[in-house]
């Protein structure tokens, strides 16, 4: 089945620090990738929809200068936390569709992001 | 708004016993729903989807079902186990992006 790889697992960073969060396709193509932000005990909240070789859409409320998006190939897009503090720190998932709504999303396997 | 209502408080059953757990949304109506497993420090995990025109699916000891008039969808494990335990996910969508429900915690004893 569809497999989404995120990297890194985990990153520990110091505040005013930028970190770049990888999500992959492995085998297929996806021009639409989805980013989430997870609080502890919450549910997961959609950031922004990235779409491969044009601007990502935030939704409300998501600050576009603090989390850059860049969807560069059809099977990579790429989360940028910049200039991190610690309200930064959270779980970040990214997900992807291959085919039809009947598969569902596949998701990454999430990035734990500690700000210090 | 839209608004998407899952039980947040935990189930806790026993094993063997059929859990069902509850998704109910406003203001919005969409064309299809999906259900998710996350377990902790993982991503969501696809379940099933079910679309508008579709009462009831089911997978295996898993079965959905989705009434348009009452906006609600139901999740059932039957002869549920203790590796069932997670946080149940629901999804009701009408565009390609997700917006999920707070998420219903199970936890099979047993």
């Known amino acids: 089945g569809a497999v989404v790889s995120q990297h890194p697992s985990r990153v520990i960073c110091k505040s005013g620090t930028s970190v770049k969060i990888e999500c992959r396709s492995l085998d297929f193509q996806a021009t639409t990738m989805f980013w989430y932000r997870q609080f502890p005990k919450k549910s997961l909240m959609l950031m922004a929809t990235?779409?491969?070789?044009?601007?990502?859409?935030?939704e409300q409320g998501v600050e576009k200068d603090k989390f850059l998006i860049n969807h560069a190939s059809l099977t990579l897009s790429t989360l940028t936390v910049t200039s991190a503090h610690p309200e930064d720190s959270s779980f970040y998932i990214c997900s992807a569709r291959e085919g039809t709504d009947d598969y569902g999303y596949t998701f990454g396997s999430g990035t734990r992001l500690t700000v210090v | 708004s839209q608004k998407i209502e899952q039980n947040s408080e935990a189930l806790n059953i026993q094993e063997g016993k059929t859990a069902t757990l509850t998704c109910n949304y406003t203001?919005?109506?969409?064309?299809?729903l999906q259900w998710y497993r996350q377990d902790p420090g993982r991503g969501p995990v696809f379940l099933l989807l079910i679309r508008e025109n579709e009462k009831e699916k089911r997978k295996e000891r898993l079965k959905v079902t989705f009434d348009t008039t009452l906006k609600q969808s139901l999740f059932h494990i039957t002869a549920s186990q203790p590796a069932d335990s997670a946080t149940y996910l629901c999804?009701?969508?009408?565009?390609?992006?997700?917006?999920f429900g707070q998420g219903t915690t199970l936890q099979v004893k047993p």
């Open positions: 990235s779409n491969e070789g044009s601007k990502a859409t935030y």
């Open positions: 999804a009701p969508s009408n565009t390609g992006k997700l917006i």
């Open positions: 203001n919005y109506s969409p064309a299809y």
